[in-house]
């Protein structure tokens, strides 16, 4: 193993250590993934790009706000790249394991059937006794957020 790909599983072994550890806010907890076309435009409007400009730090009672995100949760170690998505794909499924009460899930029309949220997260929430809820929210065609109707058994 060279030096790099050491550092960075050293960086993921940290994080998940830290997850597992008593003192990790992670609660509220968001997931997001993918992305809607807007109808009008044609833009994409992706998921990310939503829950950090509208969910984190804000109080608008229309949607959830100040839910913890995996990447604020880690944010003291190192940020996986592209390149190291795989090594990294233990620590999302982790923080979905670890996190209980109500959970917040934001999602586009369009979800690349290879991502973190369908390989890794989606099914650890399923399991996870210590989620109690599941809110799930959409972004639409017109590029507005809509609370959806499923639940955490039909996520």
Same mark, same amino acid.
């Given at each position: 193993m060279n030096s790099a /790909?050491? !550092?960075?599983?050293? /960086? @993921?072994d940290k994080a998940i250590s830290y997850i597992k550890g008593p003192h990790a806010n992670l609660n509220p907890s968001c997931f997001y993934s993918g992305y809607t076309t807007h109808e009008t435009t044609g833009q994409l409007q992706q998921a990310q790009h939503y829950i950090t400009k509208h969910w984190i730090g804000k109080k608008d009672t229309k949607v959830p706000y100040n839910c913890r995100l995996i990447l604020g949760v880690v944010s003291d170690f190192a940020k996986a790249d592209a390149?190291?998505?795989n090594d990294w794909s233990g620590v999302f499924k982790e923080f979905a394991e670890s996190v209980s009460g109500k959970v917040y @899930? !934001? !999602?586009g029309e369009t979800i690349d059937p290879h991502s973190i949220w369908l390989q890794h997260e989606r099914q650890a929430l399923k399991d996870n006794q210590r989620v109690t809820e599941v809110e799930v929210w959409e972004i639409e065609g017109n590029g507005q957020l809509k609370k959806t109707n499923k639940t955490k058994a039909t996520l």
């Open positions: /790909a050491s !550092l960075e599983k050293n /960086a @993921v390149a190291h998505i @899930v !934001l !999602l």
